[in-house]
């Protein structure tokens, strides 16, 4: 199993209670959130506890979000603590109109992530490198992820990147400045996920679903992974992959969703679990793979919450083998 990094935010999903709309809503939960780190303890989860670069506020929220990463068997070796409250995203009640997130909080602790800061010791020891989008909608973010991204091709690590671009975190004026920055991490990346939403958003082409996957390989990494939603997921992949040049698709399953929050997080890491397999000396079966990551998707959303509601890699397992 390959030693994995994962660079991003950290931050408090509050999660409404009954009430169609967020003005309708009796009250609030909160949850441990943020893409990248719900990506990060799901890895832990399904045994391939990486270790993460992220920041937490030094409020009472981040005093619970480090120790929520720490039981989880996350390394915190590379978390930065930092004046500030803590960005909270308030999600939206199932089937209600409009964002699905909404952000507040200081941008500047979240995702003010500084070039001068990147973890060069835990980056020396990786062999795959996960970074996620949100953090280039900050100047400093944006110039920490380059940062990242590059060193992490010069040393060969393997590098995956998570596009996850959110329109309303762009400060005016610096739409350009983002989609420059997640072209040049694409471009610096062996494997992107991306969805129609994402792609759309930032131009990267004016394809949609299953024939985004080409487009996206012109862009630079040699596999693309489209999310579907309900619809599954296809990843293509050009001859340079460790895999081989293949399209896999897989449908998803069929199950009862209770909490939609981080099932593409979920995804994302059972994926990462299987194809950073490939860095060491196993064979990695991307049809194999793909159906795993949206195995531990739809157990993800079986619970409340992104990141608690994680699999484990027993419990993925024990899904397919019934599917089977």
Partial sequence: MADILVAGETLIDLLPGSGETLRDVDGFSHRPGGAPANVAVGLSRLGAA????????????GDFLR????????????????????????????GADGRRFRFY???????????????????????????????????????AMRELAAAAAERDCAVSFDVNY???????????????????????????????EDVAATGLSSSEGEELGPDLLGLGPHTAVVTLGEAGAVVTSAAEAPWGERTARHGGFSVEAVDATGAG??????????????????????????????????????????????????????FLADRR
């Fill in 166 to 196: 959110r329109e309303d975190l762009v400060p005016d004026g610096e739409r350009d400045a983002v989609v420059d920055a997640v072209r040049a991490i694409i471009a610096d990346s062996d494997v992107v996920f991306a969805s129609d």
């Fill in 265 to 318: 997080d979920a995804f994302t890491a059972g994926l990462l679990a299987r194809l950073s397999e490939a860095s060491g000396d196993a064979d990695v079966d991307l049809d194999d793979a793909v159906a795993f990551a949206n195995a531990t998707a739809a157990l993800s959303v079986q619970e409340r919450g992104g990141m608690t509601a994680g699999p484990s890699k027993d419990g993925v397992e024990s």
């Fill in 67 to 94: 120790e929520t990463l720490a039981d989880e068997g996350v390394s915190t070796a590379a978390v930065e603590r930092v004046d500030g409250n803590t960005t909270l995203a308030v999600v939206s009640p199932p």
């Fill in 50 to 61: 990486p270790t993460f670069w992220t920041r937490l506020g030094g409020d009472p929220f």
């Fill in 105 to 143: 909080g200081s941008g500047d602790v979240t995702f003010g992530f500084e070039p001068e800061s990147v973890p060069v010791e835990a980056l020396a020891s990786a062999s795959w490198v996960h970074l996620g989008g949100v953090a280039l909608t900050h100047p400093d973010g944006r110039s």
